[in-house]
């Protein structure tokens, strides 16, 4: 079993930075993919980072070289430094879990675990 609790969310201007991190419980998590995933208002919830056990890391087209996403084994978190926000990147940003590893990281279904999400909101 894996717990998943998001943070650092909150209320920006276009151009600043904000930094998400995602507490793990669990003994599976350093084998975990993990990924960050975001969910705007009518719209369904999409891929937006992923890095697995080993450290590979994957983006959505729409914030490769915007957004980061590492992790530390040693504390059991996740994150994903997002700079140069846009109003467009306003969603509730969810942390989920892969202990399986499927691969197919940028699918919602692979996700076993998931946090309650954090808000982002971004202002023009």
């Known amino acids: 079993q894996v717990q998943l609790v998001e943070s650092g969310g909150g209320l920006v201007q276009a151009g600043c930075s904000l930094r998400l991190s995602c507490a793990a419980s669990?003994?599976?998590?350093?084998?975990?993919?993990m990924g960050w995933f975001r969910q705007a208002p009518g719209k369904e919830r999409e891929f937006v980072a992923a890095?697995?056990?080993?450290?590979?890391?994957y983006y959505a087209d729409s914030v490769k070289g915007r957004f980061t996403i590492s992790r530390d084994n040693a504390k059991n978190t996740v994150s994903l430094q997002m700079n140069s926000l846009k109003p467009e990147d306003t969603a509730v940003y969810y942390c989920?879990?892969?202990?399986?590893?499927?691969?197919?990281?940028?699918?919602?279904?692979?996700?076993?675990?998931w946090g309650r999400g954090t808000q982002v909101t971004v202002s023009s």
């Open positions: 669990g003994r599976t998590f350093s084998r975990s993919t």
């Open positions: 989920a879990a892969d202990p399986q590893r499927s691969g197919t990281y940028y699918t919602t279904a692979v996700y076993n675990y």
């Open positions: 890095i697995s056990w080993t450290g590979s890391t």
